[in-house]
Antibody, heavy 119, light 108 residues
Framework: QVQLVQSGAEVKKPGASVKVSCKASGYTFTSYGISWVRQAPGQGLEWMGWISAYNGNTNYAQKLQGRVTMTTDTSTSTAYMELRSLRSDDTAVYYC????????????WGKGTTVTVSS | SYELTQPPSVSVSPGQTARITCSGDALPKKYAYWYQQKSGQAPVLVIYEDSKRPSGIPERFSGSSSGTMATLTISGAQVEDEADYYCYSTDSSGNRWVFGGGTKLTVL
């Protein structure tokens, strides 16, 4: 079955970077993309961007431009999301999700990775 | 920046019909998608391309779109449908994707 397994929880200090991984299985990795979505405590979902696993093309949310980088490793069917210059308001659960190339919507989600930014 | 607007909350009794709306200027030309998120869990896709239902989603979930408003309808809502529901779509350029603010559905 299709599965996305994310890396474990992280605690970071303000100004540091975090890199979250998302390992896919159960489907042809390069036939889809990977989206990243975050959710701050008690808040709604926020779209962060997506990456094509086929050609590496990316599309980032404007507010995160310059701080976020999404990459993939097709040899291991793993996607990565790196967020730099962390602030306290980056504290959130970060989800990866399989992105349908036609329609650009997410149909299968990982369980989420909690990132806490605190001094 | 583009926004999708949802009511913060909707409340129905079991067996009644729940309707959750989502308004956005680009919806006449862009599809709406709907996600259900139960407490402490990852979101689940319940409607795609305005009105299509993924396999495994109960038939009581349906979607429609007219003009600048998309609607998620749960016919005969059940207690297990209590969750936050989010619409998702893109702006007119197709490059900026957003979620609505979410609607908390209470069934009691």
């Amino acid at each position: 079955q299709v599965q996305l397994v994310q890396s474990g929880a992280e605690v970071k200090k303000p100004g540091a970077s975090v890199k979250v991984s998302c390992k896919a299985s159960g489907y042809t990795f390069t036939s889809y993309g990977i989206s990243w979505v975050r959710q701050a405590p008690g808040q709604g979902l926020e779209w962060m961007g997506w990456i094509s696993a086929y050609n590496g093309n990316t599309n980032y949310a404007q507010k995160l431009q310059g701080r976020v980088t999404m990459t993939t490793d097709t040899s291991t069917s793993t996607a990565y999301m790196e967020l730099r210059s962390l602030r306290s308001d980056d504290t959130a659960v970060y989800y990866c999700a399989r992105l349908r190339v036609v329609g650009h919507y997410m149909d299968v989600w990982g369980k989420g990775t909690t990132v806490t930014v605190s001094s | 920046s583009y926004e999708l607007t949802q009511p913060p909350s909707v409340s129905v009794s079991p067996g009644q019909t729940a309707r959750i709306t989502c308004s956005g200027d680009a919806l006449p030309k862009k599809y709406a998608y709907w996600y259900q998120q139960k407490s402490g869990q990852a979101p689940v896709l319940v409607i795609y391309e305005d009105s299509k239902r993924p396999s495994g989603i109960p038939e009581r979930f349906s979607g429609s779109s007219s003009g600048t408003m998309a609607t998620l309808t749960i016919s005969g809502a059940q207690v297990e449908d209590e969750a936050d529901y989010y619409c998702y779509s893109t702006d007119s350029s197709g490059n900026r994707w957003v979620f609505g603010g979410g609607t908390k559905l209470t069934v009691l």
